[in-house]
């Protein structure tokens, strides 16, 4: 990692760099925990120089905000992984824009406009740019962006460059259906959220395989 510079916050676009996972701002108030815990399992089976040499290759985006922090736009799940585990503190991002001298106001209007935002709560409901929290610690568990994830991870729907595909998957699923988060009821829940992707009802969502 000595030859890549260390996070400041007057990087600019494209810059690449490494910085510690506490100093990263979320841009949602969840996730899904099943997929952070399925995540670590991955990272602790590899060696510490093939983890380096995947997180260089799965970069975080990143937003330099007026805080002068960075902000994560995508791979939330993966940054607290890393947060999680006891074989490193830092990842490597790479800037899409320096907001650092921006107003606030101005900086979440882009962050809107770019879909670099999600905000909704772990129920699915709307939620507003101060309940973000400030750290990736402070994300709460969503179990049906979890049952996303399976369902995705099952072949049941296609990866997609919609943003926040899995959270409109779990919105769906969250109105057809609920379950208990046990071992056996995820899994049941796996199975017949295989089955509403098969649906009329999902045809509009990113990612729907046409029979």
Not at 115 to 123: E, P, Q, R, S, T
Not at 144 to 164: C, H, I, N, Q, T
Not at 170 to 199: H, S, W
Request: aromatic residues 12%; contains cysteine; charged residues 30%.
């Amino acid at each position: 990692m000595n030859d890549i510079q260390e996070y400041t916050s007057d990087l600019q676009i494209d810059n690449f760099s490494v910085v510690e996972t506490s100093t990263l701002h979320p841009t949602q108030l969840c996730l899904g925990f099943r997929e952070v815990q399925y995540r670590i399992g991955q990272f602790k089976e590899m060696s510490s120089e093939d983890l380096d040499a995947y997180l260089k290759e799965n970069y975080l985006p990143v937003v330099i905000g007026p805080d002068k922090r960075p902000y994560v736009v995508d791979h939330h799940h993966r940054a607290r992984a890393i947060e999680l585990t006891d074989m490193r503190d830092t990842v490597y991002i790479k800037v899409l824009k320096n907001c650092s001298e921006w107003q606030e106001r101005d900086f979440w209007l882009l962050m809107r406009e770019n879909a670099w935002v999600y905000l909704f709560d772990k129920d699915g409901n709307p939620a507003g740019i101060e309940e973000i929290p400030s750290r990736l610690e402070g994300l709460q568990d969503d179990k049906f962006r979890s049952l996303a994830w399976a369902v995705r991870k099952a072949g049941a729907y296609e990866k997609s460059d919609k943003p926040f595909q899995e959270f409109l998957w779990g919105n769906f699923f969250r109105q057809q259906m609920d379950f208990e988060d046990t071992e056996e009821g995820f899994q049941a829940a796996v199975n017949q959220a295989i089955e509403l992707c098969k649906t009329h009802e999902a045809k509009h969502l990113p990612g729907f395989i046409k029979k």
